[in-house]
């Protein structure tokens, strides 16, 4: 019963935070930017897709990532499945550590944790950087408008 009841709480809270994320009331200092937003979606999906082909083609040289800590012989849809499956706990930096690269898979491995971290701090300096240009153009306008009153006087 708890966890029913658990369960609904948090369909509820999440479908509340998702509905107000997507139709939230437009404030004077909106920095959300639904460009940018898809964009690092598809950055990321795009990232996630071609290391986890990088890894399913390393794999036909020899096996490259080792499930539970045993080298196994896998068929091609289940090493396509490991590489894709691999390749996200990768890319967003979770790390269960059930399935490990080894040999060149490790630097991959490495490289695509590296680009998952440094993506959003990227997306982040991007929205900041276009809010700054729109703040300083507003102030420009402003002055603007007050150096137009003092000399119109």
Same mark, same amino acid.
């Given at each position: 019963?708890?966890?029913?009841?658990?369960?609904?709480?948090?369909?509820?809270?999440?479908?509340?935070?998702?509905?107000?994320?997507?139709?939230?009331?437009?404030?004077?200092?909106?920095?959300?930017?639904?460009?940018? @937003?898809?964009?690092? $979606? %598809? /950055?990321?999906?795009? *990232? +996630?897709?071609?290391? =986890?082909? #990088?890894?399913?083609?390393?794999? @036909?040289?020899?096996? $490259? %990532? /080792?499930?539970?800590? *045993? +080298?196994?012989?896998? =068929?091609? #849809?289940?090493?396509?499945?490991?590489?894709?499956?691999?390749?996200? /706990?990768?890319?967003?930096?979770?790390?269960?550590?059930?399935?490990?690269?080894?040999?060149?898979?490790?630097?991959?491995?490495?490289?695509?944790?590296?680009?998952?971290?440094?993506?959003?701090?990227?997306?982040?300096?991007?929205?900041?950087?276009?809010?700054?240009?729109?703040?300083?153009?507003?102030?420009?306008?402003?002055?603007?408008?007050?150096?137009?009153?003092?000399?119109?006087?």
């Amino acid at each position: 019963m708890v966890a029913v009841v658990a369960i609904i709480l948090i369909i509820v809270l999440l479908g509340g935070s998702l509905y107000s994320f997507f139709h939230h009331k437009s404030y004077q200092r909106s920095y959300f930017s639904y460009e940018i @937003f898809y964009t690092l $979606i %598809l /950055v990321y999906f795009s *990232v +996630l897709i071609s290391f =986890g082909l #990088l890894y399913f083609m390393l794999s @036909f040289s020899g096996v $490259i %990532l /080792v499930e539970g800590g *045993v +080298l196994q012989e896998v =068929g091609v #849809l289940e090493s396509l499945a490991h590489s894709m499956y691999f390749s996200g /706990v990768t890319l967003m930096t979770v790390g269960y550590g059930d399935i490990t690269p080894i040999g060149w898979g490790r630097l991959l491995a490495l490289l695509e944790a590296m680009i998952g971290y440094l993506l959003p701090a990227a997306f982040f300096l991007k929205v900041w950087l276009e809010s700054k240009e729109k703040d300083d153009d507003e102030r420009g306008e402003q002055e603007k408008e007050k150096k137009h009153e003092v000399d119109y006087l």
